[in-house]
């Protein structure tokens, strides 16, 4: 079973490291853990992420369906600091700040970043943090 000693870990594409390091660590605030030639490894909110260089043009996502990722936060105010940075470090938002399931049990607040190469973000908090899973 997974304890607090361990990290999620989650690889996505990057079309350009100098870019990915750049969103991820300079703008999102994220801790870089190594760089390769081919990758670099950091640590995202306390799991692991590897931006794997790949070949191509970065893709325009079309939906946040099926695939994304992110953070639930069980703090309200990490959210909104997450958000506040995401504001002020002009960190390109594919949505904004919206309510979801409002009036329900499981109603949170929303808000969607899109990295260099496309891979979308998620960031969430639920007013019941029951609901977060």
Same mark, same amino acid.
């Given at each position: 079973?997974?304890?607090?000693?361990?990290?999620?870990?989650?690889?996505?594409?990057?079309?350009?490291?100098?870019?990915?390091?750049?969103?991820?660590?300079?703008?999102?605030?994220?801790?870089?853990?190594?760089?390769?030639?081919? =990758?670099?490894?950091?640590?995202? $909110? %306390?799991?692991? #992420?590897?931006? /794997?260089? &790949?070949?191509?043009?970065?893709?325009?996502?079309?939906?946040?369906?099926?695939?994304?990722?992110?953070?639930?936060?069980?703090?309200?105010?990490?959210?909104?600091?997450?958000?506040?940075?995401?504001?002020?470090?002009?960190?390109?938002?594919? =949505?904004?700040?919206?309510?979801? $399931? %409002?009036?329900? #049990?499981?109603? /949170?607040? &929303?808000?969607?970043?899109?990295?260099?190469?496309?891979?979308?973000?998620?960031?969430?908090?639920?007013?019941?943090?029951?609901?977060?899973?």
């Amino acid at each position: 079973m997974r304890t607090t000693h361990d990290a999620f870990h989650l690889a996505i594409p990057a079309h350009d490291l100098d870019e990915a390091q750049d969103f991820y660590v300079t703008r999102l605030g994220c801790k870089l853990a190594r760089r390769y030639a081919d =990758r670099i490894t950091l640590d995202f $909110f %306390g799991d692991q #992420v590897v931006c /794997h260089l &790949t070949e191509g043009e970065p893709a325009k996502p079309e939906s946040l369906y099926p695939r994304h990722f992110g953070v639930t936060f069980r703090e309200a105010a990490d959210f909104e600091a997450l958000h506040a940075c995401a504001v002020t470090r002009k960190i390109p938002f594919y =949505r904004e700040v919206a309510v979801r $399931f %409002g009036g329900m #049990v499981e109603e /949170h607040r &929303t808000f969607v970043l899109v990295d260099p190469a496309g891979n979308l973000l998620e960031f969430k908090h639920y007013n019941d943090p029951r609901m977060m899973y």
